[in-house]
C-alpha cells in the first residue's frame, strides 16, 4: 500500500454537479462552467505526486482509494488505476467513471463522482478558507 495526501481549498463557485469526473486544480479560480471541480490552491497536480505512488498508478491492477476530507466530513471513492497514465499535467487531478484517459487522469472506473459528494461537503468547499485533503492510496 502506498499513500499521497494533497491539501486544497474551497472555492465560491464550487458547484460539484458533474455525473462522471471529480476535479481539483492548483489554480486559484473556478468559474461555473467547471462543476467537477471540488477544490482550488491544490498543493499537488499529477505530476507532483509521490513517485512511488504514481508507479502503482500506472498498473491496471491496482486499487485506488481517494478520501475526501473536508473539516470532520470525510467521502470515499474507488477506482483503478491504468497502464496508459502519464500523470504529466502540472495542473489538476482528475478522477472518472469512465475508462478515459489524458495526462490529468489519477485513476479510472471510480464508483462516485463529483455528484456523489454529499451536498454538506460541497456546501462547506463553498468557502474560500475551507481546506480539503485528498488521501489517495493505491493497492
Not at 454537479?17 to 492548483?26: A, D, F, Q, R, Y
Not at 489524458?102 to 481546506?131: E, F, G, I, N
Given at each position: 500500500?502506498?499513500?499521497?495526501?494533497?491539501?486544497?481549498?474551497?472555492?465560491?463557485?464550487?458547484?460539484?454537479?458533474?455525473?462522471?469526473?471529480?476535479?481539483?486544480?492548483?489554480?486559484?479560480?473556478?468559474?461555473?462552467?467547471?462543476?467537477?471541480?471540488?477544490?482550488?490552491?491544490?498543493?499537488?497536480?499529477?505530476?507532483?505526486?509521490?513517485?512511488?505512488?504514481?508507479?502503482?498508478?500506472?498498473?491496471?491492477?491496482?486499487?485506488?482509494?481517494?478520501?475526501?476530507?473536508?473539516?470532520?466530513?470525510?467521502?470515499?471513492?474507488?477506482?483503478?488505476?491504468?497502464?496508459?497514465?502519464?500523470?504529466?499535467?502540472?495542473?489538476d487531478i482528475?478522477?472518472?467513471?469512465?475508462?478515459?484517459?489524458?495526462?490529468?487522469?489519477?485513476?479510472?472506473?471510480?464508483?462516485?463522482?463529483?455528484?456523489?459528494?454529499?451536498?454538506?461537503?460541497?456546501?462547506?468547499?463553498?468557502?474560500?478558507?475551507?481546506?480539503?485533503?485528498?488521501r489517495i492510496?493505491?493497492e
Amino acid at each position: 500500500m502506498v499513500q499521497d495526501e494533497v491539501t486544497f481549498y474551497g472555492h465560491p463557485n464550487v458547484q460539484s454537479l458533474h455525473g462522471k469526473t471529480v476535479e481539483i486544480t492548483k489554480d486559484d479560480h473556478l468559474t461555473l462552467s467547471g462543476d467537477c471541480i471540488i477544490g482550488v490552491r491544490a498543493s499537488k497536480a499529477c505530476a507532483n505526486l509521490d513517485e512511488t505512488l504514481s508507479r502503482r498508478l500506472k498498473s491496471n491492477d491496482s486499487v485506488v482509494t481517494i478520501q475526501i476530507m473536508v473539516g470532520s466530513e470525510s467521502f470515499v471513492i474507488t477506482g483503478k488505476g491504468d497502464e496508459r497514465f502519464t500523470l504529466q499535467n502540472p495542473h489538476d487531478i482528475v478522477i472518472r467513471k469512465t475508462s478515459f484517459v489524458c495526462p490529468r487522469t489519477m485513476s479510472v472506473r471510480c464508483d462516485r463522482a463529483s455528484s456523489d459528494v454529499p451536498r454538506k461537503m460541497v456546501k462547506m468547499l463553498q468557502d474560500k478558507d475551507a481546506k480539503g485533503i485528498f488521501r489517495i492510496t493505491v493497492e
